[in-house]
């Protein structure tokens, strides 16, 4: 167990090699780590439950520790100060940019002596399936020690001497100024022998791979480390096999210390996935794009006619996602539940045509133009949505409070059929656009006869609620309204009175409506979503403060997790592509508007 227990949620670092990533905190800790893939099951997971998850930590004792990632890369450097020496740990797991999914999957920790003699104490516990199985320890001289388990094998290769301590391996060893000691950690691998200069050729090719990735990017503004930044984590949530992206790489981390808000988020949501294509498209990054387009054209021509598209997929197109609760792990300072597989799968959310036609559209317009093929299956989903979008359903926020008429689900569905229209018409593809017309504006005047309220003068979450929706500050960055139309600037000084606090902004009043109990931080999102509304309302000024004031909101490595807690704590899980994607859209309009 770690004498500190659990670090807070914003004191780590992820690196990923397009499968999967792992959580590395300050003190040198992976507390995160599912081999193999996002949804797999973890052999790291101490961020869950310090005694029973499983960790692997290497750090010099009694140091502060600094953390940073390496210029334009996803390649990790935590440095340890010690009175008389500086250590630094390096670490990175090697991109598989192919669609091989059986190429090892190595996470490489390089451990240096920057001055003096360093110290270094190394750590490894896994904990296979969840901490489920049990699973033997074999040290073998010189090569390293092997993890077996009934699931898999874990072996760890390095030259450092190392001890067993039953379910683990320890090891103490001290490098001079200069000096460098390699550990390679691979799944399912016989083990040999490290040699020497095996780890710094794995190093130089990952370096290279992200800063070539990196330089592909179009964005030169005055928030480019930021929104760099914000790529390298989108590219890092690509499951590179199938070209999915998943909306987080962790599972329960809670909305609130103590609470039940706590989701499993290793999945491709398709309203995230089309929002993040959004973000990486705008940057130049249209392979991604492309990848995730044939994903969803296999998913579009899977979907029964009679029953739509899934909220929710696995990285492998999979919509069987059994939410259990894992009763043995105690959660992340003791919140409980926690949660593998997603009960949202199951649910109906209308919205998810609407940005998932907004993304094809852009795609079209930007990238290549889509097949003909993926055309004819998405007219499917149309012909699907006309026939089901009146219905209630449980919206942009996976409410459990029952469902209703949400005025974000009406708004995108004025989304899916404009855009259809817009792409039918650009390229001349086939399809009934007068009854998608009809549609569409029967979809605006739902949003503007029965979601406005004359007396709060603001759209409201749904006809008769009296509560606001911050995902209505959509409203103009989907051209369904004017920037600066009397009902929006309206609905915006209302969001400003009622929702936004300095320059967070929480989704809804947390009245437990929507089927759960207890409170939840500001969402990311949401304040990013703020910022670009304000920008496009024309209060630049105040939006560029209330977009700079985030920015001190990110951790010590730019990265976000859903949410922020009352005393700026991150909370949910972590790094979230939504708040990613949505601070590269509102650094992109609040640099054109400042020109």
């Not at 894992?326 to 597989?341: A, C, F, Q, T």
Request: overall charge negative.
């Amino acid at each position: 167990m770690r004498m500190t227990g659990y670090p807070p949620i914003e004191e780590h670092a992820v690196i990923g090699d397009l499968r999967t990533v792992a959580l590395v905190a300050t003190d040198g800790t992976i507390d995160w780590y599912c081999p193999q893939r996002f949804d797999g099951a973890s052999v790291f997971a101490s961020l869950l439950d310090a005694e029973r998850g499983g960790s692997f930590r290497i750090h010099c004792p009694d140091s502060r520790a600094k953390q940073l990632y390496l210029p334009d890369s996803n390649v990790l450097m935590t440095r340890f100060l010690a009175p008389q020496a500086v250590g630094e740990v390096v670490d990175f797991m090697v991109p598989v940019d192919s669609d091989v999914t059986e190429s090892p999957h190595a996470v490489v920790r390089q451990a240096r002596a920057v001055r003096g003699r360093a110290e270094f104490s190394l750590r490894c516990h896994p904990r296979f399936d969840y901490g489920r199985v049990s699973h033997t320890v074999t040290i073998v001289d010189g090569q390293g020690a092997v993890f077996n388990s009934p699931v898999g094998s874990l072996t760890l290769r390095t030259a450092i001497p190392l001890a067993s301590d039953g379910t683990g391996v320890t090891a103490t060893f001290a490098l001079d100024m200069g000096q460098s000691a390699d550990v390679v950690l691979e799944w399912n691998t016989p083990i040999r022998p490290l040699v020497d200069g095996e780890a710094e050729q794995l190093f130089n090719r990952t370096l290279t791979y992200w800063q070539n990735w990196l330089r592909r990017s179009r964005y030169h503004g005055r928030w480019r480390e930021m929104v760099n930044r914000s790529a390298l984590v989108l590219k890092l949530l690509v499951y590179r096999p199938t070209g999915a992206l998943v909306a987080a790489p962790t599972t329960s981390l809670p909305e609130e210390l103590g609470g039940i808000r706590n989701w499993d988020y290793r999945y491709t949501w398709i309203r995230d996935a089309a929002f993040t294509i959004y973000a990486l498209m705008t940057l130049g990054f249209t392979d991604e794009a492309a990848a995730f387009m044939d994903w969803l054209e296999q998913r579009c021509q899977e979907a029964p006619g009679d029953k739509g598209l899934h909220v929710l997929y696995s990285v492998d197109g999979n919509a069987d996602l059994d939410e259990i609760v894992l009763e043995h792990l105690r959660g992340y300072r003791d919140s409980k539940p926690v949660r593998i597989g997603n009960g949202a799968a199951g649910q109906l959310q209308l919205d998810i045509y609407g940005e998932l036609m907004d993304s094809v559209y852009l795609y079209n317009k930007l990238a290549a133009p889509i097949s003909f093929q993926l055309w004819e299956a998405l007219s499917r989903q149309l012909d699907w949505l006309a026939k089901h979008w009146e219905e209630p359903d449980e919206g942009i926020w996976e409410t459990r409070g029952g469902r209703q008429r949400f005025t974000y689900s009406a708004l995108m569905t004025w989304v899916a059929f404009e855009r259809a229209c817009r792409i039918s018409r650009q390229r001349g593809l086939p399809g009934p656009t007068n009854e998608w017309k009809e549609y569409a504006g029967r979809a605006y005047r739902f949003v503007q006869t029965a979601a406005w309220d004359p007396v709060r003068g603001a759209y409201m979450e749904h006809p008769g609620s009296s509560r606001l929706d911050a995902s209505l500050l959509c409203m103009p960055l989907v051209k369904f309204s004017g920037p600066t139309d009397p009902r929006f600037l309206s609905t915006l000084d209302r969001f400003g009175e009622k929702l936004v606090s300095d320059s967070l902004v929480r989704r809804y009043a947390a009245d437990g409506s929507d089927g759960l109990h207890g409170d939840e931080g500001t969402f990311n999102l949401c304040s990013f979503w703020y910022v670009e509304a304000l920008t496009r309302a024309g209060r630049v000024a105040e939006a560029r403060l209330v977009f700079e004031k985030m920015l001190t909101y990110a951790n010590h490595v730019g990265l976000y997790a859903e949410e922020i807690g009352p005393s700026g704590e991150a909370l949910g899980n972590f790094p979230q592509a939504f708040t990613h994607l949505a601070l590269i859209s509102a650094a992109l309009h609040l640099d054109r508007a400042l020109g």
